[in-house]
């Protein structure tokens, strides 16, 4: 089945919105220090509440996806390429900051993203 540009582009639209069981073990924000030449994950905490919304550990405050909500990061992991940084998370991090496989998936999926842009002088935007 060959699939063209627009029909995979309507698809990952279509699977970025579907309703996910978030990773009660916290969230990532994912950037680029070109300066240094690394792709970053900041990793903060969060509890999930009887809703499935992520709540802030401290004033039980839904995160909401989009806003300024100032928040502390616990973390910051870095590495120069995808693997460099899961390697820093899944592996060396201890305890390991992700409980689900899907957040595994797509972390791998961001970071890939994020070194390509990284690579090619684009924009990096987290989905």
Do not use: W
């Amino acid at each position: 089945m060959t699939v063209n540009a627009e029909e995979r582009a309507k698809l990952d639209n279509e699977l970025s919105n579907r309703f996910i069981d978030l990773d009660p073990d916290g969230y990532f924000i994912i950037y680029i220090d070109r300066e240094q030449g690394l792709i970053c994950a900041k990793h903060y905490t969060n509890t999930i509440n009887d809703k499935g919304l992520a709540t802030d550990p401290e004033t039980g405050e839904v995160l909401a996806c989009k806003g300024s909500l100032e928040r502390t990061h616990v973390t910051v992991y870095a590495g120069r390429t995808a693997k460099e940084l899961g390697i820093e998370i899944t592996e060396k991090a201890d305890p390991c900051p992700i409980s689900k496989l899907d957040h595994a998936l797509y972390l791998g999926r961001e970071f890939v993203k994020a070194e390509i842009a990284l690579l090619s002088g684009t924009e990096y935007i987290q989905d």
